[in-house]
């Protein structure tokens, strides 16, 4: 039996975190029920397999520091080379920066009949606003560091 994956594109502000903490401490359900959610690279998200996905895509820009392509590559090729786990028979992978691979890069490591893709969208005028406040928060964090230390 072949390997299935779920790919889970966590768009901004759709809840990607919260489902990839829930994930993450549910690891052990998740096996009971043949579900496999790789930590990878210290991470509770797969975003820097994402990134490795890019570094495939677009070459070295913006990956100069070799040691971390070096890590990059071991981290991939460990997730899609890893022994079957007995009884687990579905990987599930969550990441942001999935929003910017290509699917026709991402087919390349997860065959299409094997593979389910997820995506959380959030209605335009509600993902705006919350964005708008998000980064007014920062703001205001920011301002205040700024006035206690200077």
């Not at 070295?60 to 070096?70: E, P, T, V």
């Not at 999935?98 to 991402?106: C, K």
């Not at 065959?111 to 997820?118: C, G, H, R, S, V």
């Not at 969208?121 to 998000?134: K, P, V």
């Amino acid at each position: 039996m072949h390997t299935k994956y779920i790919i889970h594109i966590g768009y901004p502000k759709t809840g990607t975190t919260a489902l990839q903490h829930f994930l993450f401490h549910n690891k052990g359900q998740l096996k009971k029920a043949g579900y496999d959610y790789p930590f990878v690279s210290n991470q509770m998200n797969h975003n820097k397999f994402g990134v490795h996905l890019l570094h495939k895509k677009f070459g070295s820009q913006g990956l100069q520091n070799k040691n971390i392509q070096h890590l990059l590559r071991d981290d991939v090729f460990n997730l899609l080379h890893r022994k079957k786990i007995k009884g687990v028979d579905t990987i599930i992978l969550s990441a942001e920066i999935f929003v910017f691979v290509p699917p026709s890069l991402m087919a390349r490591f997860f065959p299409p009949q094997e593979t389910k893709i997820i995506v959380y969208l959030r209605e335009q005028l509600d993902y705006l606003l919350s964005g708008f406040a998000q980064r007014v928060q920062g703001f205001t964090q920011l301002k205040s560091q700024l006035d206690e230390n200077y």
